[in-house]
């Protein structure tokens, strides 16, 4: 049970359900942010005297408001406002790992962290606070995890190059990598070609999202910002030449069916996913996530029923969309092979009808 309503609810079908629940799942598109769960804002919002507005938990997330993005962005700033101190750092990420993750069988998450969303947090407490949430959470659980700290693309190039240097001057074993979140509208990707050039340089990974195009800004990210994979994306499938050339480098596309379809990405917001079916009919590496799942009325395990139902996709194609996920991880070999290990033996006890 999620306790609160799905923006797009499937008819009922226990075979499917059945299917979804036990897939084992592998996030790579979730930010930390957007899985707070209304009770949880609402509580911390009590906690640190902030007012909401007169909303409560169930009016807080208004998901079909969010086609447009400004208007979401605009809700993520007041959930960002009201987790501030360690206790609320730990509680939020522990919840976002267990009935958030693993209660959904995700049996690992790179974490996108934006400290720009934390204004007032110092980075290292930040840090401090999630780190303590995750390992609880694996302790409790089993799920694994690690961080992808996120720039905010409506920002500086200078303010993205600052955050880099303090993601390396304060480097913790559990921050993987780097990304590039809020508006692609407004902060295209060449602004932060330093920025991503020194991550590299540091030997930290690199993620991006792309949610509006257009389909030149994946060689951007690519061949500029060195990227190794990409956040949304479903542009890319307007440009042959370029598809052809991520297809034969695999490059993964870290898709989110719901958010992406309440935003217009991926579709034209009437539940058909074409853009996806798209996608992994040209053979891309397409990996299936959840964004932001309370503010978009979604779940990690939604996300697939929704695939099911829209596009037919069975046990085969989903478990394809987590292996495709295993890949993409930025776990060393040996850490990736034993994730891939815990996948396959899940995927063998997935019910088939
Ligand atoms: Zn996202």
Same mark, same amino acid.
């Given at each position: 049970?999620?306790?609160?309503?799905?923006?797009?609810?499937?008819?009922?079908?226990?075979?499917?359900?059945?299917?979804?629940?036990?897939?084992?799942?592998?996030?790579?598109?979730?930010?930390?942010?957007?899985?707070?769960?209304?009770?949880?804002?609402?509580?911390?919002?009590?906690?640190?005297?902030?007012?909401?507005?007169?909303?409560?938990?169930?009016?807080?997330?208004?998901?079909?408001?969010?086609?447009?993005?400004?208007?979401?962005?605009?809700?993520?700033?007041?959930?960002?406002?009201?987790?501030?101190?360690?206790?609320?750092?730990?509680?939020?990420?522990?919840?976002?790992?267990?009935?958030?993750?693993?209660?959904?069988?995700?049996?690992?998450?790179?974490?996108?962290?934006?400290?720009?969303?934390?204004?007032?947090?110092?980075?290292?407490?930040?840090?401090?606070?999630?780190?303590?949430?995750?390992?609880?959470?694996?302790?409790?659980? +089993? =799920? %694994?995890?690690?961080?992808?700290?996120?720039?905010?693309?409506?920002?500086?190039?200078? *303010? $993205?190059? !600052? &955050?880099?240097?303090?993601?390396?001057?304060?480097?913790?074993?559990?921050?993987? +990598? =780097? %990304?590039?979140?809020?508006?692609?509208?407004?902060?295209?990707?060449?602004?932060?070609? *330093? $920025?991503? !050039? &020194?991550?590299?340089?540091?030997?930290?990974?690199?993620?991006?999202?792309?949610?509006?195009?257009?389909?030149?800004?994946?060689?951007?990210?690519?061949?500029?910002?060195?990227?190794?994979?990409?956040?949304?994306?479903?542009?890319?499938?307007?440009?042959?030449?370029?598809?052809?050339?991520?297809?034969?480098?695999?490059?993964?596309?870290?898709?989110?069916?719901?958010?992406?379809?309440?935003?217009?990405?991926?579709?034209?917001?009437?539940?058909?996913?074409?853009?996806?079916?798209?996608?992994?009919?040209?053979?891309?590496?397409?990996?299936?996530?959840?964004?932001?799942?309370?503010?978009?009325?979604?779940?990690?395990?939604?996300?697939?029923?929704?695939?099911?139902?829209?596009?037919?996709?069975?046990?085969?194609?989903?478990?394809?969309?987590?292996?495709?996920?295993?890949?993409?991880?930025?776990?060393?070999?040996?850490?990736?092979?034993?994730?891939?290990?815990?996948?396959?033996?899940?995927?063998?006890?997935?019910?088939?009808?």
């Amino acid at each position: 049970m999620t306790g609160f309503a799905y923006s797009t609810p499937t008819p009922a079908d226990p075979v499917i359900d059945a299917l979804v629940a036990a897939l084992p799942k592998v996030s790579l598109h979730c930010h930390l942010l957007g899985t707070v769960a209304p009770a949880t804002v609402v509580d911390l919002a009590r906690k640190h005297r902030v007012d909401l507005g007169g909303r409560t938990a169930d009016d807080l997330y208004d998901h079909d408001s969010y086609e447009d993005l400004g208007e979401f962005l605009r809700v993520l700033d007041v959930v960002g406002s009201v987790v501030r101190d360690l206790d609320d750092l730990h509680r939020v990420t522990y919840e976002s790992l267990t009935a958030g993750g693993a209660a959904h069988g995700v049996l690992y998450r790179e974490i996108q962290l934006s400290p720009p969303g934390h204004e007032g947090v110092p980075y290292s407490r930040l840090l401090d606070g999630v780190i303590a949430g995750a390992r609880d959470a694996e302790t409790d659980t +089993g =799920i %694994g995890f690690g961080l992808v700290i996120g720039i905010n693309r409506e920002r500086s190039g200078a *303010e $993205a190059r !600052r &955050l880099v240097e303090q993601v390396i001057a304060d480097r913790r074993d559990e921050v993987l +990598g =780097i %990304g590039l979140d809020y508006a692609e509208v407004n902060g295209p990707p060449h602004g932060f070609v *330093e $920025a991503y !050039r &020194l991550a590299g340089d540091a030997g930290l990974g690199r993620t991006a999202h792309s949610e509006s195009g257009p389909p030149a800004h994946v060689l951007t990210l690519l061949d500029d910002l060195g990227c190794s994979r990409i956040d949304h994306g479903y542009h890319v499938v307007d440009d042959p030449e370029i598809t052809a050339r991520c297809v034969e480098e695999r490059i993964p596309f870290n898709c989110t069916p719901v958010s992406s379809d309440i935003g217009r990405y991926s579709g034209s917001g009437d539940g058909t996913h074409e853009r996806i079916r798209e996608m992994v009919d040209a053979g891309l590496c397409v990996t299936i996530d959840s964004d932001d799942p309370p503010m978009f009325g979604t779940d990690p395990t939604h996300d697939f029923r929704v695939l099911a139902h829209a596009l037919g996709y069975g046990a085969e194609q989903l478990g394809a969309f987590t292996l495709n996920a295993v890949e993409a991880t930025w776990l060393d070999a040996s850490d990736k092979q034993a994730l891939r290990q815990r996948v396959e033996a899940a995927l063998a006890a997935v019910p088939t009808p």
